[in-house]
């Protein structure tokens, strides 16, 4: 009997796995069953990513759940991550935390909402698990969990029964041998008809009108992306790159979760079904149909104003940036120009080099503030700003923002150098309304100023709290982190005791500085607190992270902290 056993694991020990590109695995990121972000490559400082093909009303899915809870506990403090990807269409995260719910769990589960990710592992069935190696991206097993489960389908009764998961799992953290990988056909098929069809995607009538409408913006001739999208070829170079910035959910960026998205408007998005089109069309050699190239056809961006021509163009003080250097945030008093009060309606910024502006904050000062003469900019208001992602800001209907006859602007910029000198010549511009609108906006913030992130700290969580004095209603939300920043999200705890979620930005990309403008403005009885939870990542893992062994604080510079949203509130008189 034992000779036999060891007969039979030499078989399956010894024998190499497939060649190894056949294993190669993209990066992918997701949304969890709780809404929380998780990128592949981000555990990168694990051993292995076990992914478990879960499905919520599958048996198999659901006896798993405790074997897979069990390893985690065996493994734990060995660098293994479990994770579970659903991607049965129609199932929604309320339903697979009802489903978990009679297990302990803590394995998050991936939303594969496209597919796209399942689709691209070729993970077809509920019930299979991979094993993989996330510093190399390589496949290290795919299979069945144990011999129990296969034998359960197969109706048979081996004797010899088998942890493959457990024995793949004691192979990599013992160095072991591999494990072959043991083929699974239980559990529940996962049908892909939107994405396994037959039919050609046509570049002309489906891949260019999505991309006119989900990236364009940003990608033409004079806009803030580094290449245009204006021909074929050009998107078809760049298309395993797109590819990737999709299934890592990059582009376009800012991205919300999606179960906000109906509350918001003018945020960047693209929906699954548009992003399996363009994934489908580059799967299949990105071509081509007729002779027309309709992104030829699209005009280069006429003018730096994304709303049109502004009713008042103030032109900021040419700025010398030198090559190098840390350069101090710069103060500049400019005057406005107006001859009475004016009420804004919206605002836009004309940056003049974006390679050096790294940020510009238009305040306001009347003539008492402008009296008061104090460094650092001095006493003032503030306006509106310009970062990456934050061109214009339009205000709702019936709303405005007081710009009084005898206001200036103390403009603060930000330039970083860029290893040449540089001249900047920023604008911004106003558009009017004549008519006082019925709800004047104003600004209110909530923050937390008191945080410490420890050296190192791959999530180190910081909440904030703001009571709203008097009813009012809310227009917009900018949150503002730094290099470090890395998720936050928002609700409002009502003085009846119930509570509201805002908004949640799972990948916060300090890049990128969105003001996000809710679709109907959402009422704030006096007393309603606003909370804000997030998260900060000092480590190593942090690509944008200039030093993980700093203990870092709140401050003014990008590798100092800040947590804080700005929120266009209009109050109720
Ligand atoms: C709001 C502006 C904006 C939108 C909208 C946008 N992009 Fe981008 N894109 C950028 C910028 C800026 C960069 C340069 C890298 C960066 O800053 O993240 C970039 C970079 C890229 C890159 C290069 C990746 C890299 O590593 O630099 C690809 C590919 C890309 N975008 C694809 C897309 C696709 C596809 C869409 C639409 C689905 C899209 N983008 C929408 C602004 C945008």
Known sequence: MKSIYLLISLLIFVCPAQASSDRAVGDFALIDHQGVFHQL??????????????????????????????????????????LMIDAIPEETRAGVAESLSQHRNDIPVLMDTSQLVSYSLSVDRTGEALVIDPKRMQLLYRGAIDSRAVAAIKNSNDSISRNYLDEVLSAVT????????????????????????????AYASEVVPILEQRCVSCHRDGGVAPWSMNSHQMVSGWSEMMRETLLTLRMPPGQIDDAYLDKFTDVHAISDSEKRTLVRWIDSGAAMDGQDDPLTELEAQSSGWALGEPDLIVEFPRQEIPATGVLDY?????????????????????????????????????AKQQKQNRSGGGSRTNFGGYAPGRDYVEFDENTGVLLEEDMRFMVQFHYTTVGRPVEDVTRIGLYFQDEAPEFPLS??????????????DSDFDVIA?????????????????????????????????????????????????????????KLLPAGTVIVSEGAFDNSLKNPLNPDPSQEVRWGDQVWDEMFIAWMRVSEIN
């Open 465 to 521: 709290r703001a009571t709203i004095e008097k009813d009012s209603y809310l227009y917009n939300i900018a949150p503002h982190m730094h290099y470090r920043g890395k998720r936050v999200k928002y609700w409002a705890e009502y003085p009846d005791g119930s509570r509201e979620d805002l908004l949640s930005i799972p990948n916060f990309q300090h890049n990128w500085q969105m003001v996000y403008r809710l679709k109907q403005p």
């Open 174 to 201: 013992l160095n072991g041998p591999e494990v072959l990988d043991v083929q699974w056909e239980g559990g529940q098929s996962i049908p892909f008809a939107e994405i396994a069809t037959d039919t050609p995607v």
């Open 41 to 82: 490559s981000n555990y990168s400082d694990h051993q292995a990513v076990v992914l478990y093909s879960y499905g919520s009303e599958c048996d198999v899915s659901s006896g798993a759940v405790d074997k897979l809870s069990f390893l985690r506990d065996k493994y734990e403090g060995r660098d293994i991550a479990f």
């Open 443 to 456: 600004r209110t913030a909530v923050m937390n100023g008191e945080f410490v992130i420890p050296p190192g």
């Open 330 to 366: 710069k103060f500049v008093p400019v005057e406005i120009g107006l001859d009475r009060d004016r009420w804004v309606r919206a605002y836009a910024f004309d940056i003049g080099d974006t390679s050096v502006l790294h940020h510009v904050v238009a305040y306001t000062q009347d």
